[in-house]
């Protein structure tokens, strides 16, 4: 799976994609990310990427042509199955969507800034939009890190123990149940007991109780998902 990241911040998304398991997924050839500096696209002397937003009003807003420059050039050069824009008035993020993109080829990010990019781009490329909880990041390019760590290590083969990913929180719209690990017994507090009990269909009943306490508990919302069955 290729990632297409085109943003005017590179150095915020070279550190978190180049450690652990994006890193072990990218050195195994399963995983390819390009960041592409949308700068060297810019218009004239000064490179400009973004200017004032017709209408007036505070902030700027990202010019269309160095972006369709940019999103041209890739577009040459293979297909893409997605073109994704981050930004806060996306669709939100979840595990599911998380599922149907890991499924995909070849994706572009274009990471929002300023006041955003000109709808017109939004109009005529992108495919999908999408945010990552409701609150404002100042650039999409953490949203970008989180997009492509969540696919990511959803390509079959990155993770170590293939069905791993089948237990993490919301797969099934379950949370994950609480996990131990040695001493079995520190600052008082002891591990339950089933846990030490080598009973495999128990573990499974107390740890699936678990799943089910936490949700109904933590995430109602979550919890009528699962009760639904969706
Ligand atoms: Cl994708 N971008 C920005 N700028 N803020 C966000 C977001 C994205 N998702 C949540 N907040």
Redesign the pocket.
């Known amino acids: 799976m290729r990632f297409d990241i085109i943003t005017v911040l590179p150095e915020l998304l070279e550190s978190p994609l180049n450690h652990s398991i994006m890193q072990r997924a990218k050195d195994k050839g399963l995983l390819e990310v390009h960041l592409h500096n949308l700068r060297e696209y810019g218009l004239g002397r000064h490179r400009q990427v973004d200017d004032y937003q017709f209408g007036g009003g505070a902030g700027m807003v990202m010019r269309p042509e160095p972006l369709a420059a940019c999103i041209e050039k890739l577009k040459s050069e293979r297909p893409y199955d997605e073109i994704v824009y981050?930004?806060?008035d996306?669709v939100r993020l979840d595990q599911s969507l998380c599922n149907r993109l890991s499924l995909r080829e070849n994706i572009i990010i274009i990471c929002?800034h300023y006041k955003g990019v000109d709808e017109r781009i939004r109009q005529k490329y992108v495919t999908l939009e999408?945010?990552?909880?409701?609150?404002?990041?100042?650039?999409?390019e953490l949203?970008a890190a989180v997009l492509v760590d969540a696919v990511g290590r959803l390509i079959p083969g990155v993770l170590n123990d293939e069905t791993s990913a089948l237990f993490d929180s919301f797969q099934d719209n379950l949370l994950a149940p609480p996990v131990y690990t040695r001493p079995a017994e520190w600052d008082g507090m002891t591990v339950p007991e089933v846990l030490l009990s080598g009973n495999d269909k128990l573990i499974d009943e107390w740890r699936h109780e678990q799943s089910i306490e936490r949700t109904k508990t933590r995430r109602p919302d979550v919890w009528e998902k699962f009760e639904g069955g969706v």
Request: net charge negative; charged share 5%; aromatic share 6%.
């Open positions: 981050t930004t806060p996306g929002g999408i945010s990552i909880g409701d609150y404002v990041l100042s650039g999409g949203a």
